[in-house]
């Protein structure tokens, strides 16, 4: 059975795994993105994590924020890793291991991850957000991934949620993601109280434990996500919106008050058939590897 590398680069690790055609995850490796950011020490961490799994694999397919070139294999630039500037992904990791690399915006891989292999695989189109570091978009139709122009569509985490709102890394004022992310959720904290959060899971906590800056901010934020969601849905008439990401472990303190929000505003006859949840965990590493999978079958 083939085997294939999915690399999920996110603003604060990167994790690779292989998996074989059923999806199952055989091996994983993880790495810490380097704290002082340079394209020259970024290759160097991402090539020592996808070493051990290379002579395994027919591929290696990666997912990255944007924006980014996935004709040319080169990520432009990316809000939340300040440092990196047209970092050549493909050519540097084909030249290194003698792989076909298969390079993609990292929801778009988290779509077609969760299309292939997912919890909604039956539906017959896809509405995929990635809810981590920022937020990320993907879509897939009839088992095709739509990936925009040079893999940058569907940036539903930078669409207008407030306007004249919070500025974001992008270097807009009011995108989703500085109001639903952990970007966006710790830095609404710091602006309230003047107190530095590590990351979401004490954010959560605080919620959990009745902190009211806490709540609001979620309220909130969960309000501006679901509105962001809405809007998609009346553009994209998805069968199913599927959230991923590390942010979705806490899915059970906001999800249904984000489920109620978004089926309370959107038609009725979109509301009839979709479908709404959480996905994956690994939906970043697996939809990276589908690419691979999705190449060779073409």
């Given at each position: 059975?083939?085997?294939?590398?999915?690399?999920?680069?996110?603003?604060?690790?990167?994790?690779?795994?292989?998996?074989?055609?059923?999806?199952?995850?055989?091996?994983?490796?993880?790495?810490?993105?380097?704290?002082?950011?340079?394209?020259?020490?970024?290759?160097?961490?991402?090539?020592?994590?996808?070493?051990?799994?290379?002579?395994?694999?027919?591929?290696?397919?990666?997912?990255?924020?944007?924006?980014?070139?996935?004709?040319?294999?080169?990520?432009?630039?990316?809000?939340?890793?300040?440092?990196?500037?047209?970092?050549?992904?493909?050519?540097?990791?084909?030249?290194?291991?003698?792989?076909?690399?298969?390079?993609?915006?990292?929801?778009?891989?988290?779509?077609?991850?969760?299309?292939?292999?997912?919890?909604?695989?039956?539906?017959?189109?896809?509405?995929i957000l990635t809810l981590g570091t920022g937020i990320g978009g993907g879509f897939v139709s009839k088992g095709k991934l739509y990936s925009g122009y040079l893999g940058n569509g569907i940036e539903i985490g930078h669409t207008t949620s407030v306007i004249g709102g919070a500025l974001c890394g992008c270097g807009v004022n009011g995108c989703v993601e500085s109001y639903f992310s952990t970007i966006g959720l710790l830095n609404r904290y710091f602006e309230k109280t003047n107190t530095k959060l590590t990351n979401a899971e004490v954010f959560f906590n605080l919620v959990k434990n009745g902190d009211l800056v806490a709540k609001d901010i979620l309220e909130f934020g969960t309000k501006a996500l679901a509105h962001a969601v809405r809007g998609a849905v009346h553009l994209l008439n998805p069968e199913a919106v599927v959230f991923v990401g590390g942010i979705t472990k806490s899915y059970e303190i906001f999800g249904s008050a984000l489920e109620t929000e978004?089926?309370?505003?959107?038609?009725?006859?979109?509301?009839?058939?979709?479908?709404?949840?959480?996905?994956?965990?690994?939906?970043?590493?697996?939809?990276?590897?589908s690419l691979v999978f999705a190449k060779e079958k073409n």
């Open positions: 059975m083939k085997q294939a590398i999915g690399v999920d680069i996110g603003g604060g690790s990167i994790r690779v795994s292989l998996f074989n055609e059923k999806g199952e995850e055989l091996k994983s490796n993880h790495k810490k993105t380097p704290e002082h950011l340079d394209n020259d020490s970024f290759l160097s961490v991402l090539n020592e994590a996808i070493e051990p799994l290379a002579k395994e694999s027919i591929g290696i397919g990666v997912g990255s924020p944007g924006p980014l070139n996935n004709e040319t294999g080169v990520l432009l630039k990316s809000a939340n890793m300040i440092g990196l500037n047209n970092l050549p992904i493909k050519s540097s990791l084909e030249a290194k291991f003698s792989l076909p690399v298969f390079y993609e915006n990292d929801a778009n891989c988290a779509a077609l991850g969760e299309a292939i292999f997912g919890n909604y695989k039956d539906c017959e189109s896809q509405l978004i089926r309370s505003t959107i038609f009725p006859v979109l509301n009839d058939r979709l479908q709404l949840g959480p996905g994956g965990n690994l939906s970043g590493t697996l939809g990276a590897a």
